[in-house]
């Protein structure tokens, strides 16, 4: 089955420090990648996103290649700021016969301190 | 246009007590999902609709009913509330199933179940 593996949080660090979330997958077919956030008492929102091998998403100063060769789709920022702290998801998208369903990973959280 | 909304935002039950959740959405999606979301376990998908008067399970149905009378309402029904359903439901909605789109998420609706 379809599954998204991302590390564990929660992860701690100081206001400009360089991110990187990791997140795996396993997937049946040719899946499309997603990084959403989800900020404290709100709903997710899409991050960025990724269709196919080598495409790179992009937003708000985030980056993630979708890496064919070893199933990954990690998550970096090179300046994290306090505003960024939030819950961090990586999923992904398959079509099935009748809908396309999201697998999402467990999340991780992210701490940013001045 | 408002996107998703969901109703209410927050909800204490009893056990054994029934309640439904709304979902509306206004940009003309053909469909629309339920997830619960618990601590440590990510998003699961609960029900999901492909167009007006369509229902399909997911990935934990159990407890729970769905009914899409209307193609931009999506209501989720517990007839019989546990703890267990103790939870932050979120909804969402897309336009069609290619895999370049995306899922829309309305901000959930926190359900404590005593």
């Known amino acids: 089955g379809n599954s998204v593996t991302q590390m564990e949080g929660p992860v701690t660090l100081s206001e400009e420090a360089f991110l990187t979330i990791n997140c795996t997958y396993t997937a049946t077919g040719y899946p499309s990648l997603f990084w959403y956030v989800q900020y404290p008492g709100e709903g997710l929102q899409l991050l960025l996103k990724?269709?196919?091998?080598?495409d790179k998403g992009s937003n708000k100063g985030f980056e993630a290649t979708y890496r064919k060769e070893t199933t990954s789709f990690h998550l970096e920022k090179g300046s994290v700021q306090v505003s960024d702290s939030a819950v961090y998801f990586c999923a992904l998208l398959i079509n099935t016969g009748t809908a396309s369903k999201l697998t999402f990973g467990t999340g991780t959280r992210l701490q940013v301190t001045l | 246009n408002a996107g998703v909304t969901q109703t209410p935002k927050f909800r204490v039950l009893k056990t054994g007590q029934s309640m439904t959740l709304l979902c509306a959405q206004d940009m003309n999606h053909e469909y629309m999902y339920w997830y619960r979301q618990d601590p440590g376990m990510g998003l699961r998908l609960i029900h999901y609709s492909v167009g007006e008067g369509t229902t399909a399970k997911g990935e934990v149905p159990d407890g729970y009913n769905v009914s899409r009378l209307k193609k931009q309402n999506f209501l989720l029904g517990l007839e019989s509330a546990a703890p267990s359903q103790t939870s932050v439901y979120f909804c969402?909605?897309?336009?069609?199933?290619?895999?370049?789109?995306?899922?829309?998420f309305g901000p959930g609706t926190r359900l404590l179940v005593l």
């Open positions: 969402a909605s897309s336009p069609h199933r290619d895999a370049q789109e995306t899922q829309y």
């Open positions: 990724a269709t196919k091998a080598d």
